[in-house]
Nanobody, 122 residues
Framework: QVQLVESGGGLVQAGGSLRLSCAAS????????VGWFRQAPGKEREFVAA????????YYADAVKGRFTISRDNAKNAVYLQMSSLKPEDTAVYYC???????????????WGQGTQVTVSS
């Protein structure tokens, strides 16, 4: 069992940056691939980024490639999402997640965090 708790969301102006953190509990965290999804009001939850258990393979959605960076620190049971050059369309609730393989679809996710709100003003 893995529990995930996100933090770091907030309000930022377009062009700004935010760093999301996800604290994980559970002794098996380092064996899971982890990632981030987001969900805007009235829209489906969508994939943002994912990383393998040891960080050797990373996936990004086209919409965030070159602007967002995912990383993990297994010693700290943590996952991060560094977001730069933020746009109003990045406004959403961001969810940390974990799965047996890099979770690039909702069906691949085994564990979800509760989400953290990111709002980008124009």
């Amino acid at each position: 069992q893995v529990q995930l708790v996100e933090s770091g969301g907030g309000l930022v102006q377009a062009g700004g940056s935010l760093r999301l953190s996800c604290a994980a509990s559970g002794r098996t965290f380092s064996s899971y691939a982890v990632g981030w999804f987001r969900q805007a009001p009235g829209k489906e939850r969508e994939f943002v980024a994912a990383i393998t258990w040891n960080g050797d393979i990373i996936y990004y959605a086209d919409a965030v490639k070159g602007r967002f960076t995912i990383s993990r620190d297994n010693a700290k049971n943590a996952v991060y999402l560094q977001m730069s050059s933020l746009k109003p369309e990045d406004t959403a609730v961001y969810y940390c997640n974990a799965g047996d393989r890099p979770p690039t679809t909702v069906r691949m996710v085994r564990y979800w965090g509760q989400g953290t709100q990111v709002t980008v003003s124009s």
